[in-house]
């Protein structure tokens, strides 16, 4: 049986990068999977071999070595709780037993010396990374990771409702729950960290701030859904996609689905390039990096989506492409109809994109 689906080459206008140190970080990565015994035997098998070292120095790729190893483990220890208990174990299921589950382990991040989970390899990692975040980070990033973790957890419950039950949200909630299920937003503080800068909050707090990291978020989970459409569909039991919730939500078939998923990227990368330009008028020099920040973890997430084994499935070949385009399939600047974030589009001027004459364009990026 071929794939269902053939995936295009998609639009990309950040160029790519990877730390030069992208094979050590691999290789240490694993060691630290099996020291720490993330997940049963046979996911920590496959987690390995899915490059997530090189994911990681893809997001980071100027970042500081330790930093870049510290991402590569916290992404893989993440696979552990999404892989593990919530889309292949029986928790997933049921979103309160997961509630316990997660709360206790957010416990043993906000308060690592508490005696809990003390044989829990899960926690025990957890309680690894958190003093390494806390080596990297300030206060600030380290109580902004551990909120960013709540986020992340508190959607995946939602998820798991939808799970144990067999519904698929509508296309409004569906967005909202992907902007934090995809874990995008417990990387963000680990963007600064790897740099060594801290965005003060006046500015990540900004609304156009956050829209912006919203925005890769959106790209991001977009891209995954759309290269993991192949691993998901063919999963036992049930699966959430955007792919699947266009089908749902307008009735059509998964081709036409790919291609107005594709289209809703392209606008939302669009629409973050262009923000992300007007934004860095008045940045910080800490808010241009974290600009940067989001556009290599937009650019790495789809490098790593195209060629990692998790997604290729060598044995079963996802029918995903080799390449990029520099162009959008979709380059309208109107508003996508998702009531969640259509407002992302008033936060610029409308236009045709052509930057006024004297002053305020948003060309010099
Ligand atoms: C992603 O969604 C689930 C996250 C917990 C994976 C950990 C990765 C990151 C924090 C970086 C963001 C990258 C992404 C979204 C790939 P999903 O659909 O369960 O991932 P899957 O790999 O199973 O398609
Ligand atoms: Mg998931
Ligand atoms: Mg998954
Ligand atoms: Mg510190
Ligand atoms: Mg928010
Ligand atoms: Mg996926």
Redesign the pocket.
Known sequence: MGPELIVPPTYSPIPPAIHPRHEAIEIRTTAWAERFAIGSDELRERLVTHGIGA?SAR?LPEGQEEVVSLLAD??LW??G???GY??EGDLGCSPGGLTAVLHRLLRVAQNPEAQLLRADPLAEGLRDLRSRVSRYGTEGQTARWLDALRE?FFS?VWEASHRSEGTVPSLSDYTLMRLY????S??LPILEMGHGYELQPYERDRTAVRAAAEMASFV??W???I??HH??SRSEGYY??VLRVLQHEHGIGPDQALTTAIAQRDRVMTLFMRLSAQLRHEASPQLRQYLNGLAS?IRG?QD??ITSL??TTPDDPAGLPTTLRETPTDDSHEPLDIPVISWWWDLLPAGDGTPPRCGNGDASA
Do not use: H, M, P, Q
């Not at 299920?181 to 995008?184: E, V």
């Open positions: 994911f997001i916290f992404v993440l696979f709780v999404d892989d919530c889309e992340y995946v299920d995809g874990a995008t417990v990387v991001i989970t891209d995954n859904d290269f993991s691993k998901e959430l996609n973890f997430s790593w989506g998790r997604y």
